[in-house]
């Protein structure tokens, strides 16, 4: 599972509208638009994936009514701040419930050509920084979520987490099949 698709998996099975208005944030490197020319034919192959594959999840994020830039968003729904001067600085989706006033911070990791365990460190100093900037006036809930075994091995060590009130889960290829490593995702 790619990135966006990810996102969207995530949105759809524990914060999704209209209970919940969403952000996610999509960069161009997780649809298959950077770096140079694939000369490989399975590099090129699994750019082309990408690419078609976040299309499609961009469609279905507008079908829910889920936005996809920040600025506008934050804007129209008037929520609290998260970032400097309008450039995004928050995780990879926020969620936020106005009648409970809750808001779920997320950072998503997926199927990359990265490293695994890099990318998923990468992922918890994003939400510690979340963590540490999150102001008092709504309830926040802090996840990690990834795909795959070999990230979900390595989130289940880093149990320190738990501490600072995060929840990591595993998402499979349905709700039924994810794995709740630790923490809630009872928002």
């Known amino acids: 599972m790619f990135q966006p ?48 594959d976040a299309l499609a999840v961009r469609l279905e994020l507008a079908q829910m009514n889920v936005a996809t830039k920040y600025r506008p968003w934050r804007t129209r ?31 998503v990791e997926a199927d990359s050509s990265g490293q695994p365990e890099q990318k998923l460190y990468k992922a918890v100093g994003q939400i510690v920084r979340a963590i540490s900037e999150a102001e008092d006036k709504w309830q926040k809930a802090f996840v990690i979520a990834v795909c795959g075994n070999a990230m979900g091995d390595h989130l289940r060590r880093l149990t320190a987490l738990k501490k600072l009130g995060v929840t990591a889960v595993a998402l499979g290829g349905t709700k039924a099949e994810d794995n709740l490593i630790f923490g809630s995702l009872a928002f």
């Open 5 to 52: 698709r990810a996102k969207l998996e995530f949105v759809r099975r524990y914060c999704a509208p209209p209970r919940f208005s969403v952000c996610i944030d999509i960069d161009a490197s997780e649809e298959g638009r950077t770096g140079r020319p694939r000369e490989k034919e399975p590099t090129q192959k699994r750019q082309l994936e990408m690419h078609d």
């Open 77 to 107: 729904e008037a929520f609290v701040d998260l970032s400097d001067s309008g450039h995004w600085r928050g995780p990879d989706i926020i969620a936020c419930d106005s009648v409970k006033k809750l808001c779920v911070l997320v950072e």
